[in-house]
Structure formats: C-alpha cells, structure tokens
C-alpha cells in the first residue's frame, strides 16, 4: 500500500520524522507531499521547496523507508486541489493528515483518510522552532542534526533574521 503524507515541513523536525518512521510500518511507500512548495522566504515559510527536500532526504537517508518526496503547490481553488495532487504523484489509496480541509478534500474523493497521532506537539511545532531561530533560542535539539546542516548550509538563521527586519523605524 502507498499512502500520501503532506505538511510544509517549514522546518523538518523529530516530531514530523516521528510521524514518518510510524506511516512507513503501516505501507509499503510514503509520498512525502512537500505543500506551498511555492513559498519561501517570509517567516511563515522560511525555505524553499528545494531546501525543504533536502532537508527531508538527507534524513532519511538514515532510515529504511520508502518514500517519494514531491513537491505540490497551493492553488486557489479547492475543489480541483486533489486532481492536481494526483497528478504529480504516484496513485495512493491512503491519505494521511491533520489538516481538515485536506482531509475534507480527499474525503470527498473517497480516499482513506487517517488523522496521524502528534509527536509532542509541545515541543514539536514548526512555528515554534521559526520562532528559536529568530530569538536567538537553542533549537537544533527540536530537529535532526541533517536538518540543522542543511540550515547552517544555506545560512537559514539569519534570513530569518533579516526577513523580520523592519525596513523603517516605526513609532
């Protein structure tokens, strides 16, 4: 069985691997949907889809998983969103995601479609860790050392940084 996990992975941390190692005993291949693979470089969404796979990859070299990692991107009409999805995909018959639109959306399409348990939530959350970065935190113990390289790579703390610069003094 194949089945379609997608998230920003805005960035890759131990509680989506978590998840990841968890799907890959109930399939045979994860599709790792990498989702607003559009977006990049403001806060919400720091990396690029590309650094976002790199991130993914070289984690899970470390792992014995099957996977696909694919980029999908946002489109503004909802009702066409799964269409799009299986067409930049290999077919699946298993959706897993937190998300309730997507889980509405490919409900609809009459997929299987599985909510995947959190992995401490608390600690674990991409706006979270966004958030270390830019106040200067210890974050790299929240992600896998792969993940922190890839980061230190493409110097990601300090574009975060400067996107939360203020081009202006306000008062």
């Known amino acids: 069985m194949r089945a379609f996990l997608i998230g920003r992975w805005q960035p890759f941390h131990k509680g989506h691997l978590e998840i990841i190692k ?5 399939v045979d291949e994860i599709i790792i ?3 607003s693979c559009q977006k990049s470089h403001t806060l919400t969404d720091p990396f690029t889809a590309g650094e976002r ?3 993914i990859t070289k984690t ?5 998983i099957n996977y696909y990692a694919i980029p999908i991107n946002d489109i503004d009409y909802n009702a066409v969103w799964v269409s799009s999805v299986e067409s930049l995909t290999p077919p699946f018959t298993t959706v897993y995601t937190g998300n309730s639109l ?10 299987a479609v599985k ?5 401490n939530r608390t600690d674990y959350s991409g706006t979270k ?5 830019l106040d200067g935190s210890t974050w790299e113990h929240l992600v896998p050392e792969e993940v922190v390289k890839v980061i230190e790579e493409i110097d990601g703390i300090n574009r975060i940084r ?5 081009d202006y003094d306000e008062e």
């Not at 968890?22 to 109930?26: D, G, H, L, T």
């Not at 997507?102 to 997929?111: A, C, H, I, P, T």
């Not at 909510?115 to 992995?119: A, V």
């Not at 860790?129 to 970065?133: A, E, G, L, S, V």
Request: overall charge positive; aromatic content about 10%; glycine content about 4%.
């Open 115 to 119: 909510k995947p348990e959190l992995y």
């Open 162 to 166: 400067r996107l939360n610069e203020k």
């Open 22 to 26: 968890k799907i890959s005993k109930e």
């Open 53 to 55: 796979m790199m991130m």
């Open 60 to 64: 899970l070299e470390n792992y014995d």
């Open 129 to 133: 860790i966004r958030k270390k970065m």
């Open 102 to 111: 997507v889980r509405e959306l490919f409900s609809e399409k009459n997929y």
């Open 33 to 35: 949907g990498i989702g």
